[in-house]
């Protein structure tokens, strides 16, 4: 355990990487948005929070695959039903580079990318129609390096689900806030052994 925690404290630090090769071939990144989180302030107010845990593998530089999981819980006024939203899939990340047509490196710390995602997912409305179906989403984002493997992270992002059930395509656009950490493939190595 000890091992462990010194490990996340060198990640945290950034002295496991130099500042360009967190986006390289053969690193990982594990990270979370938030998907939107608002909170009614007059009486009777409602809320909606969201979180989608996400995994990748830089299969190149640059190009990261891998898989998310998506839930959330949405309450419009007190009175209203509980609505619970949820799905699993793939996404994909392409990061741009400094230098390439129409691409500024705002702040020298960071990098643009462009996130797309496929999977299953639906909602599930209390005492109300449910649905299953595909889900789907894409837009842009940004990350900011705090430090060379940790990112703050901004996406804007086209959110869809075409219903199999009750309901047909719905969308809406969401803002997310999350982070992203970027392990080299030796530093998960390192960890996945020592949670043994």
Do not use: C
Request: no cysteine.
């Amino acid at each position: 355990m000890k091992k462990l925690i010194f490990a996340g404290i060198l990640a945290a630090t950034g002295l496991t990487a130099t500042a360009n090769a967190q986006i390289q071939k053969g690193n990982w990144l594990v990270g979370s948005s938030l998907i939107s989180s608002n909170f009614g302030l007059n009486t009777g107010g409602g809320y909606n929070i969201g979180i989608q845990p996400k995994g990748a593998y830089f299969i190149q530089d640059n190009v990261a695959v891998g898989g998310y999981v998506d839930l959330g819980i949405n309450k419009v006024t007190n009175g209203s039903p509980t609505e619970f939203t949820y799905g699993v899939g793939g996404l994909g990340r392409y990061y741009l580079s400094p230098g390439e047509k129409g691409v500024d490196n705002l702040l020298h710390h960071g990098r643009w990318f462009l996130e797309g995602n496929v999977g299953i997912g639906g909602r599930s409305v209390e005492n109300a129609d449910s649905t299953t179906g595909l889900d789907f989403g894409a837009g842009p984002g940004y990350s900011y390096f705090i430090t060379p493997n940790i990112g703050l992270e901004g996406l804007v992002k086209y959110k869809g689900r075409a219903g199999f059930g009750s309901e047909g395509l719905n969308s809406n656009i969401t803002f997310n806030v999350g982070f992203s950490i970027y392990l080299p493939t030796s530093k998960a190595k390192e960890v996945a052994n020592d949670l043994k």
